[in-house]
Every structure is written in C-alpha cells, then in structure tokens.
C-alpha cells in the first residue's frame, strides 16, 4: 500500500484509512507492505501490529494500485480516462469499539460553559471544510437567543484567521480551539458533544463523520460529495445545503432541540457503521477486489493516450507523494515521466501550466542547465486539500 502520510504523520484521513484498514488485512491472513514518507525520529523500517512499514526518504516511490469510494468515482474517470467497469468502489471504515461511551464525566474545554450545548468539530482548518460557515451559524444561534458553545478540533493553515475571525463576530466566549489531541481526549470530546457539525463545501468522504456515527452522538453535514452518501437526512443525520449558515443554524436546531429525533438519529447511524463500515468487512471487500484483478488474464498491450495517466491535480498530488517539496527534493520532468511511464513533453506542459498558477516553483541543477521541480507552499496545501 502507497500512502504519503501513516502514523505519526496524521494530516488528513488517509493516514487513518491506510493504518486501520492494513492491520485489518493483516488480521485475515494478507500480508501487508506499507510504503510511505519519513517522518523525524521514526524509523524507516519498522513492523507495526504485523504491518511491514517501510518510509522513505523523497524521490522515487514504488507504483501502487488505489481503490477508491463513490464520490471520487467521476473524479478518476474524469482525470484519468479510466472505464467505469473497471472501478470497483470500496468506502472508508471506522473502529467502532475505539469509540464506545464510558461512565466517565464530561470533557468540557476550560472556557467553554457547562450549562451550554456543545456542538464538536473535528478537521482540518482550511476553507473547503466550511469551518467560517460554522462560525457564521453559531453568530445566528446567539442572535436568536441560543446558548450553544463550538469545540474545533484540528489544525491547518487558516487557524490564525479562524481565530481573528471568532474575536471580529465576538464568539470568544463560544468558541474553543484546542488544536490537535491525541485519540484518548479526541473520543472524550466525542462522547461529551451533543451534536457533530461538518459543514464542506466539499468532501470526498469524511471518516469523522463515521467516528461520530460510532460515538452515538447526532451529526448534520453539508449535503455534498461523500457525506451525502453516508448520511440519509432524517434518518442517520441531518443534511443541509453547503454554504448556507442559516440553514446550517436550522439543522443544528433540530438534533439538539428534537430530543426524540437526536435519539432515532444517533441509533440508526449507530447501527449503520456496524452494518456497513467495520474495517473486518472493509478488509474482506479489499481482498475480493485484489482476488478478482488477479485472477484476470492480462490484457495484451497497447498503446495509453496521455489522458489516460496523466492530468494537472494528479501532478501536484504525485509531487507531494515523492516528496518534491522544496529544493532539495526537486525532480526533473525525465524523471517523473520514467515514473509515469508518460512521455516527457506532456509532463512539462502540465508542469508549466502549474507553475504559471503558482503551485509548482523550478530550479536549475547546479551542474547544468537541467530544470528541476517541486511544489511551492500553495502547491503543497492544494496537493493536500486533494488528497485528504
């Protein structure tokens, strides 16, 4: 298995995907090799609850194989020229018992009240997650005389503006940053939150929300990309329109003022994670995709258009994977083409093309006049927004 991040390096959900779903095969019998990038003081070869775990340093990564779910299905067709009956959709998982309730009092951040209701988020802090949505719905819930408090869980690149952005709305005393937790304090704050608010503005999946799900509290989502394909609205969660802050403050309303509905909803998405998102039954549709690939004859060769492996957003993605993140792990086109298998030409127009948007930055190798790329600070939290 190719992942650019694996425990310790957490940033997106693929990290945790990659790492629950490889024990989970493990478990039943498949031997697994996870390849990844370093991470300081971890070492490179390591074997995790029997996951051979290899990390290396930038440059050349081995070609993988990627199974992906519903949502980024027109995504890969689009991007890839890929034929739709030769896509086999697997969904993410979740472990439920890692998020069973427990007699333990409330987790409740210090400055945020105890009489209040408290609705969880937990993500990145990048504008695609909605998170400036959220705080325009909590300034409707005050306006409407609601005492509700927003716990945000997570990091990124806009924190310093999220922050700003509670002092201009004077929502200090209603919100609460606590930045990244580890898992223990991350399933308290589950399990002491009366709602979970995820509010994209786009989502290929969201695994949060199946942590959620799997802690019993009740959830309302942005109905787009993967979300609407886990939640059913009035029945696992509540739905509302992305962008819209006062339909948000609306389905917020309903799963904390509805005590009947926040409890039907709780225990059908409850039900719904054990009968369809356990890793043990993620690990066996994995298996059976990988059984039926190998036992196909190969198809005899011929020649692959351009279209067909190569496309600007899975440029950037590639140069973040081999690690071409700043000068020193700058590559040139020659050898991200032999990589690809791609003809060299192609590669530098796409690369050409995302430089000139300001996502790809270029050097020249001090012994020649050899070109060499690497993804700017942009590029990297575009490549990231991508692929998370």
Known sequence: MLTWEFPPRIIGGISTHVYHLSRAL???????????????????????DGVSVSRVISGRVPESNFLLWNYMLDHIQHQLGAVNAKIRVIPNG??????????QPRLIPTGVSENRKVILYVGRIVREKGIFTLLEALDELRNRGKDVSLVIVGEGPLKEDLAKEILWRRLSDRVKLVGFVDEQRLVSLYNSSDAFV??????????????????????????VGGLSEIIEDGITGVKVPAS????????????????????????????????????DMIAEKTIEVYGASSSKPSPSSRVVEDAE????????????????????????????????????????????????????????????????????????????SDMS
């Open 198 to 223: 995820l509010p994209s503005h786009y989502e290929p999946f969201g695994m949060v929300v199946l942590e959620a799900m799997a802690s019993r509290i009740p959830v309302v989502v942005s109905d």
């Open 309 to 384: 492996f190569l496309s600007d957003p899975a440029l950037v993605q590639f140069l973040l994977t081999m690690g071409a993140t700043d000068g020193e792990g700058a590559v040139s086109a020659r050898e991200i083409a032999s990589l690809i298998k791609s003809p060299e030409t192609p590669v530098k127009i796409s690369l050409g093309r995302q430089a000139s948007l300001g996502y790809v930055s270029t050097k020249l190798a001090p012994d020649s006049s050899n070109v060499r790329y690497h993804l700017s600070p942009v590029g990297i939290i575009r490549a990231c």
């Open 244 to 279: 819209d802050p006062r339909a948000l403050a609306e389905g917020i309303l309903r799963v904390l003022e509805d005590q009947q509905l926040s409890e039907q909803l709780k225990e059908n998405a409850y039900r719904g994670v054990q009968e369809r998102y356990r890793w």
């Open 26 to 48: 493990v478990e039943k019998g498949t031997p697994v090799r996870v390849i990844t990038c370093d991470f300081p003081k971890t070492p490179a070869e390591e074997i995790i």
């Open 94 to 103: 979740v472990e439920v018992s890692r998020f069973k309730r427990d007699s």
